[in-house]
Each structure stands twice: as C-alpha cells, then as structure tokens.
C-alpha cells in the first residue's frame, strides 16, 4: 500500500529556521509562531518514503496547500502521505510519468492541511523513484 | 512588482533548512550534466519566497490556500520578477525570468490572523 504514516512534532526553532530560509516573515497567532504556508513540503524529509528511491530526479510540476487552520508552534501533527496517482502521458520529451502525492496532517483528529503534489519523471517507467524539487 | 536576486548562497540555505540537497540544486558538475550553466533553485524555494514577499507586505494575512504549477527551471544568480493581482477571491501570483519567460504561477487565498 503506498501510505506512510508519521508524527510531526512542530517547534518553534525549526519553524524559525525554515522561516527564515525563505524569508518569511514570523507571524504569530496567541503567541504562537505560525508556520509558513509551504512549510509542510519539508515533512516529506522525516517520512521512509518506499515507493521512492534515492539517487533519482522527478520534477517537480504543481504543488497545492489548503488549510483548516494554521500550523503553530507547540502542535503534534499526526500525517499520512499517500501516492494517490499514477498517470502516464507522451510528451514532447518522451513518455511522462505523473505521481499524485496527498499529504493530511491532523491535530488531535482536527484536520489542519492538506497537500497535494504532483512529481514528474520524464522518461521510461521505474519501479522507484525520488522526488527534486 | 518585486525583483528579487536568486543567489547560490540563498538556494544553499533553503537545501539545508529542508533537506532537499539534490545535487542539481548545489552543484555546478550536475548541473552541467543536466545541459545548465548553474545549478537552479528549488521550485518549493520559489513558491515559499513568492508567500513571504506577499506576507511581508500584509502582516495581518495568513495564506489559506495556495496552488503553483511550475513551468521552468531558474538557475541561481538569475533575477525573478514577482507579480500579484488581487482578484475578488484570490491572489494571483507570476514568477517570471526578466526576459519574460513564465518560471512559475499561481493563487492564494489569504484570511486575518485571529490574535
């Protein structure tokens, strides 16, 4: 089955640090830092991903958010990344591979975000794969 | 209407902050491998810049949804433009090269922050 299951713990420090790294601004909502709308994409860092494979580059084709609520500080998030699609195409370049990934992240059952993200590799079909963008 | 300097440094700060270190992005052999002249910034680094020039300008606004489809790859020490257009429901946002080629493009949709 291609879902993995995770729990993110979000602290201040390490929202900081991504902040900062596109310069965002930090903004805070009770006292609580808010994480950047993108931020969720680096969650992909702490998932074993086996569908994915090291060492190979996907592009990266389109990228969705939608938020219940924000991301602050504090909060456990429990995510499941799922493959939700495999979708073969001929372009100009050859055969391309689209790869729908959806990202659900909850907090005590409350639904925070979702993401979807669509990988593309270019080029004959693989077993593996790893994402570059 | 922002221009913003796409530097290695920056490129090199944003691979280490989210872990994506794909060689493509940070060394020149594998970009030139790849048919580039540099390497080139990450599409998820683009978009985060893209909500943080837009932040920054509007403090109060948390972003609520956002999509972006990238179109073309930026190699590093390249200038982006950043264009937004407000619309009745949703801020539409252009990443372009200064030649005017379409590097990325997108929408959000933003909400007060309830402090």
Known sequence: MNIVRHQIHMTAEWISDYAQSIEAPMQRIKGNLIAPSTMPIIFWKTFDIPWLSKGESLLHGTQKFSYQAPITAGMTLDCELALTSKVQKEGRQGKLTFYTHTLVCKCEDELIVTAETVLIRVGDNHDKKEHNS | ?115
């Open chain 2, 1 to 115: 209407m922002i221009k913003k300097s796409i530097t290695a440094e920056a490129i090199r700060q944003y691979a280490v902050a989210s872990q994506d270190l794909a060689p493509i992005h940070l060394d020149a052999d594998a970009a030139a491998k790849a048919g580039l002249e540099r390497p080139i910034a990450h599409g998820m680094y683009l978009m985060g810049l893209a909500q943080s020039l837009y932040i920054a300008e509007h403090p109060t606004q948390w972003i609520t949804q956002y999509d972006m489809k990238f179109h073309k790859p930026i190699e590093a020490d390249s200038i982006v433009i950043f264009d937004f257009t407000d619309d009745d429901c949703a801020v539409n946002v252009t990443l372009t090269t200064e030649a005017g080629d379409v590097i990325a493009s997108g929408a959000f949709s933003v909400k007060e922050v309830q402090s």
